[in-house]
């Protein structure tokens, strides 16, 4: 099954007026399930350490206070 996105009109987004390129920020499929490469491995991989460093840890926090 496809789909595509109701924003994409032949790889120009009419959300953020610029050119499509999935998951960039502000793309309502950043925060989704889905997953983007960039194609390489290890560039992927800093992207998902990144990712992980960002993500606030709220048991942590709460243990704090």
Not at 36 to 53: I, L, M, P, V, Y
Request: hydrophobic letters at 30%; charged letters at 35%; aromatic letters at 10%.
């Amino acid at each position: 099954m496809g789909w595509t996105c109701q924003h994409d009109n032949a790889g120009y987004c009419k959300l953020l007026k610029v050119d499509c390129i999935p998951g960039r920020k502000g793309c309502i499929l950043k925060k989704s399930e889905y997953i983007f490469t960039t194609g390489s491995f290890e560039e992927d991989k800093k992207r998902a350490e990144q990712n992980k460093k960002e993500e606030i840890d709220f048991a942590a926090l709460a243990r704090m206070n």
